[in-house]
């Protein structure tokens, strides 16, 4: 019996010692795994931020060229401004030819009826 105690202890010893074994090498291919597993998170992490990088950098150009064309808005608008300025000060000459105009159509009119009158005595005489 204690033969049979002793190689039923062996054998447990055995069983436990191969078992640890056997769970070492687990732990092994578990630490492998997870390094694996940190490294792929890690490289998309990075991935992540360059291309998060390269976006704020397109925000920044996209900022620029807002800021640019707002200043070519404002520049176009005072480019406007002055164009109407100068197409109302045009206008209001346009209105003082046509005033002197309609003046001298009046005037050319009496003259007509002045020479016309004067035409008419002489032949009467």
Excluded: P, Y
């Amino acid at each position: 019996m204690k033969k049979i105690l002793k190689v039923g202890t062996v054998l447990g010893l055995s069983a436990v010692l191969f078992a640890s074994c056997a769970t070492k090498g687990d732990l092994e291919n578990l630490r492998t795994e997870l390094d694996q597993k940190i490294e792929e998170k890690f490289t998309s992490l990075q991935g992540k931020l360059e291309r998060t990088s390269n976006t704020a950098s397109g925000i920044g150009n996209v900022k620029s060229i807002a800021e640019e064309a707002k200043a070519g808005v404002q520049e176009v608008k005072s480019e406007l401004s002055a164009l109407k300025g100068k197409v109302d000060e045009n206008s209001q000459k346009i209105d003082t030819v046509n005033a002197k105009i309609d003046s001298l159509k009046v005037d050319i009119e009496n003259l007509t009826k002045q020479v016309d009158n004067l035409v008419g005595r002489r032949v009467r005489k």
